[in-house]
């Protein structure tokens, strides 16, 4: 048991200070112990904001991280016709005149697990495409026989 006069349970605020900095040191490791910071990804592109439905939509960021960290891809507000890859951060796919419309605000980001980049977000629009154009005159009369 516990003793008042010797005090074997009064904790140092040096042990207290100590133990807090151990607990802190997996989360803070690169940054306390070897000065290691990890710069922000870059991300670049410009995006195609129509597609025709029926025709084939395809767009891939550039993206490099100046630490040699590994990127992963996410992207908001998918359109639903589209894919996605998060390796490599190609948006894909081939609307139908179903998906006619526009999708607003798609925001396509890269992280190294640290830091993230983003592109300025974008409207991508679907068109329904044109009509077949019928020419020329049909016959008026019929022969028989």
């Known amino acids: 048991m516990a003793q008042h006069n010797n005090r074997p349970w009064k904790v140092s605020f040096f042990a207290v200070f100590a133990a807090a900095l151990l607990l802190a040191a997996p989360a803070q490791a690169g940054r306390l112990f070897t000065g290691y910071t990890s710069d922000a990804p870059k991300i670049s592109g410009t995006p195609t904001t129509s597609v025709v439905a029926g025709n084939n939509y395809s ?28 390796a490599t951060g190609r948006l894909y796919g081939v609307p139908t005149s179903a ?22 977000r974008f409207t991508l629009r679907v068109s329904a495409g044109t009509a077949p154009t019928i020419s020329g005159s049909p016959p008026t009369t019929v022969s028989a026989g």
């Open 59 to 86: 767009f891939q960021p550039a993206a490099s991280d100046p630490n040699g960290d590994p990127l992963v891809f996410s992207i908001n507000k998918r359109p639903s016709w589209a894919r996605f890859d998060t």
């Open 99 to 120: 998906d006619a419309g526009r999708t607003r605000d798609i925001v396509i980001s890269v992280s190294d697990g640290r830091n993230v980049a983003k592109l300025p």
